[in-house]
């Protein structure tokens, strides 16, 4: 039997009381089933959700927030400019996990970007009029304020990312990252094996811990590096592309570069080329994350360090939902493994 018209009005549109008539079942138990609740036989189930599809039954909103006090929705919030955000495929990705899981989890995304003071006061006051069950925030930086108006607010929250400075505490932030200074010892080891003697680093943002991570794996493989070796970029082609003009006007005797992520590597690249250096007959070149659409497709194909971003995306939400149904405790942080991605370019 079709449900009603969408176009029927709201109070033509089928209740909850239908629901149970047509289940031969009680209003309680027709309510427990639509609202996810424990306790009600397999057999009523099938019962209801038949008679829900049925009768085109839509949830009241407004009440199943009452009975459950959820609202259905998590707000991911991003500290970057939008520009960066639609350019960059490291976000796409991110948010694609993010978004795959909250959907097994039949809860609402809701995305919130701050690029100023303005969108940070606009976000503040979002979190605290209590429309979402949650937070999943990342790329934050050193200096960030989003961490304490989560904390002012107690909104329950897991962070993409090791959140904060070096050294600070963390065992009352649930986080989700990869294990940048691992991936940074591997990258560089694996250029010194090649035979390289002047491996420069292309930083990320140093208000990032990700960034600082990797500088530090770096250095736990060339302690005495030279420190005209290193430049900073900003995680972008183009910044990329700066910090190894740099690199070879102060070292042009340079072999070999790891980059922080493979946007920078990508930038790195085409200076190269257009120097006339060969890659990588006379310069190595590894970079930092796999994104297919990036490492793929530069020439040569970029050997990297792979991340899993999809997969700490969803770890995210995982951690978030564990944290909401256990009544805010918080949940141990997860690092995830890197692995060297070997392709041409070293």
Do not use: W
């Not at 029927?8 to 996810?36: D, F, I, Q």
């Not at 829900?52 to 259905?72: D, F, K, M, S």
């Not at 811990?209 to 060339?222: E, H, K, P, V």
């Amino acid at each position: 039997m079709p449900g009603p018209s969408p176009d029927a009005p709201l109070h033509a549109r089928p209740t909850l009381e239908a629901v149970a008539a047509r289940a031969g079942v009680s209003r309680a138990t027709a309510s427990r089933v639509v609202n996810g609740g424990a306790g009600v036989r397999q057999p009523l189930v099938d019962q209801v959700r038949k008679a829900v599809e049925e009768l085109g039954y839509i949830p009241n909103h407004a009440a199943r927030t009452l009975v459950t006090r959820r609202n259905g929705a998590v707000a991911v919030i991003i500290d970057e400019p939008e520009v960066r955000i639609f350019s960059d495929p490291f976000f796409s990705q991110h948010i694609r996990g993010i978004s795959r899981e909250l959907n097994a989890h039949d809860a609402q995304l809701v995305l919130l970007l701050v690029e100023g003071r303005g969108d940070f006061e606009r976000v503040s006051r979002y979190l605290g009029g209590g429309h979402v069950d949650g937070v999943l925030a990342f790329s934050l930086h050193t200096d960030d304020e989003l961490p304490a108006a989560i904390r002012r607010f107690r909104v329950p929250a897991v962070y993409g990312g090791r959140p904060g400075r070096p050294g600070a505490p963390t065992d009352a932030v649930p986080f989700v990252d990869c294990d940048n200074r691992g991936g940074a010892r591997e990258a560089v080891r694996h250029l010194a094996g090649l035979g390289r003697r002047n491996i420069a680093h292309i930083a990320g943002p140093r208000d990032q811990t990700s960034a600082l991570d990797r500088i530090d794996g770096y250095a736990d493989i060339l302690p005495d590096a030279d420190p005209a070796l290193l430049a900073d970029g900003d995680f972008t082609v183009e910044g990329g592309a700066r910090a190894m003009a740099e690199l070879l006007a102060r070292r042009p005797d340079l072999d070999a570069v790891f980059a922080a992520n493979d946007l920078m590597a990508s930038g790195a690249l085409r200076v190269l080329r257009e120097r006339g250096r060969r890659v990588p007959q006379d310069v190595a070149l590894v970079g930092f994350d796999d994104m297919e659409s990036v490492a793929g497709a530069t020439d040569p194909p970029l050997t990297t360090i792979r991340q899993d971003v999809v997969g700490m995306g969803r770890l995210m939400v995982r951690l978030l939902m564990d944290r909401l149904e256990d009544g805010g405790a918080v949940p141990e942080s997860v690092i995830t493994p890197t692995r060297l991605v070997r392709r041409a370019s070293a």
